[in-house]
């Protein structure tokens, strides 16, 4: 079955970095869009970033843009997410997310919605 | 701040029905597909919905949804104790470049 494992997180100062990484299994990881999204405790989903099966189409929400950085390994079977410059608003669970699409032609396209999620990571930006 | 507009709360008895509400706008539900986000307590959030109206093999059928125009709605039929989470709508918009998500709703079965 589908199984998607994030790891990486803790707790970081201000200004510091950390990446995080998501560990893919149960499907062929090459053919799927993936997505990096978080939620503060309590709060809303936020939908961070993008990367195509392929890697030649990334995405990222403004309010991290500059800073945090998706990437993927296909020949690891793994999703990444270089978080640089971090701020206090950034603390909040961190999710990988499988997009739900499909291949045709030798290509892969999103079709616009999560249908698998990793169990989140906890980020902290504390001083 | 999200852009998609759903009420913070709904409650109902066990047995009734539940409909949750998802406002947007002409450059994301008015564009795009939207999909259904179930998040248990403690859990990460799971698909329930997506395409508007389509649920994947495993929901059952007590959990529908529509489109229309610039807002969706999911409904909640037979509503069980196993139903209290927060529900969130989701779509992308062309506007902002972005996967959008809704305020989300505690549904809570008196």
């Known amino acids: 079955q589908v199984q998607l494992v994030e790891s990486g997180g803790g707790v970081v100062k201000p200004g510091g970095s950390l990446r995080l990484s998501c560990a893919a299994s149960?499907?062929?990881?090459?053919?799927?869009?993936m997505s990096w999204i978080r939620q503060v405790p309590g709060k809303g989903l936020e939908w961070i970033a993008y990367?195509?099966?392929?890697?030649?189409?990334?995405y990222h929400a403004d309010s991290v843009k500059g800073r945090f950085t998706i990437s993927r390994d296909n020949a690891k079977n793994s999703l990444f997410l270089q978080m640089n410059s971090l701020r206090a608003e950034d603390t909040a669970v961190y999710y990988c997310?499988?997009?739900?699409?499909?291949?045709?032609?030798?290509?892969?396209?999103?079709?616009?919605?999560?249908?698998?999620w990793g169990q989140g990571i906890v980020v902290t930006v504390s001083s | 701040q999200s852009v998609l507009t759903q009420p913070p709360s709904v409650s109902a008895a066990p047995g009734q029905t539940v409909t949750i509400s998802c406002s947007g706008s002409?450059?994301?539900?008015?564009?795009?597909?939207v999909s259904w986000y179930q998040q248990l307590p403690g859990t990460a959030p799971k698909l329930l919905i997506y395409?508007?109206?389509k649920r994947p093999s495993g929901i059952p059928d007590r959990f529908s949804a529509s489109k229309s125009g610039t807002s969706a709605t999911l409904g909640i039929s037979g509503l069980q104790t196993g139903d209290e989470a927060d529900y969130f709508c989701?779509?992308?918009?062309?506007?902002?470049?972005?996967?959008?998500f809704g305020t989300g709703t505690k549904v809570t079965v008196l």
């Open positions: 149960g499907f062929t990881f090459s053919d799927y869009y």
């Open positions: 395409d508007n109206d």
């Open positions: 989701g779509t992308w918009d062309n506007s902002l470049i972005a996967y959008v």
């Open positions: 997310a499988r997009e739900g699409g499909n291949c045709s032609g030798g290509r892969c396209y999103s079709e616009g919605y999560f249908d698998h």
């Open positions: 990367i195509s099966h392929s890697g030649s189409k990334i």
């Open positions: 002409s450059s994301n539900i008015g564009d795009s597909f």
